[in-house]
């Protein structure tokens, strides 16, 4: 447990709007990461940070921004929420090379 | 694009039998990742394997990583309700991030 939350932890939106979903962390990790979750696909890196200030592209980052101003905090941003952007949202911090804690996860729905 | 293919996609099995789920790619990875996601959870990391050949065991979970490094099996002996899940096998790219699996999706019948 890295003492990772999420929130919210549910989200019901419309199309076209713009929706930030963040992701805490209390054990002062440097990398922090994004991924979203959808039936057949497994989990799909979004975006990740390295540092403060510090971020870049994952696998699936198009109409993805993030940002992290502080180490414990980790912003994603969905600019224009579409219906391709329903999915279960995780963010995870790493410890190590092969240590990442995931949160519990966002439930996010599109309509 | 680098394919990790798991199988099988679902399996539902009594409890006290066992079982092997697989973890296939055509390409070698330096070290690959077991995770366990229970629902409305996130996943949870159960070994890590980095040794072709090796054997690692969790109480009554053993993990392999092939000689090649290009599979890796887990096989659970006597299983438990407890076990049901989402298993997830993942290894790390060359950008140091975490490429996963599709996931086998175990129920365990009591």
């Known amino acids: 447990d890295a003492g990772i939350t999420q929130s919210p932890r549910h989200k019901v939106t419309e199309t076209g709007t713009p929706v930030t979903l963040r992701c805490h962390q209390t054990?002062?990790?440097?990398?922090m990461y994004w991924y979203r979750q959808d039936p057949g696909h497994g989990l799909r890196l979004i975006h990740y940070?390295?540092?403060?200030?510090?971020?870049d592209k994952g696998e699936v980052s198009d109409g993805y921004s993030v940002s992290r101003s502080k180490t414990e905090d980790f912003l994603l941003t969905l600019e224009s929420a579409t219906s391709s952007q329903t999915s279960v949202y995780f963010c995870?911090?790493?410890?190590?090379?092969?240590?990442?804690?995931f949160g519990p996860g966002t439930r996010l729905l599109v309509l | 694009t680098q394919l990790l293919e798991q199988s099988p996609q679902f399996l539902s099995i009594q409890e006290g039998e066992n079982l092997t789920v697989y973890c296939n790619s055509s390409?070698?990875?330096?070290?690959l990742q077991w995770y366990r996601q229970e629902p409305g959870e996130g996943p949870v990391l159960l070994v890590t394997?980095?040794?072709?050949?090796e054997v690692k065991k969790l109480k009554r979970l053993t993990f392999q990583f092939g000689d090649a490094r290009k599979d890796s099996s887990l096989h659970i002996t006597a299983a438990q309700p407890g076990d049901t899940g989402l298993y997830l096998c993942?290894?790390?790219?060359?950008?140091?991030?975490?490429?996963f699996g599709t996931g086998t999706r175990l129920t365990v019948i009591p």
């Open positions: 995870a911090t790493r410890e190590t090379e092969e240590t990442q804690y």
């Open positions: 054990e002062n990790h440097r990398y």
């Open positions: 940070s390295y540092g403060v200030k510090d971020t």
């Open positions: 390409s070698v990875f330096s070290s």
């Open positions: 394997v980095v040794t072709g050949g």
């Open positions: 993942a290894f790390r790219t060359g950008a140091n991030n975490l490429f």
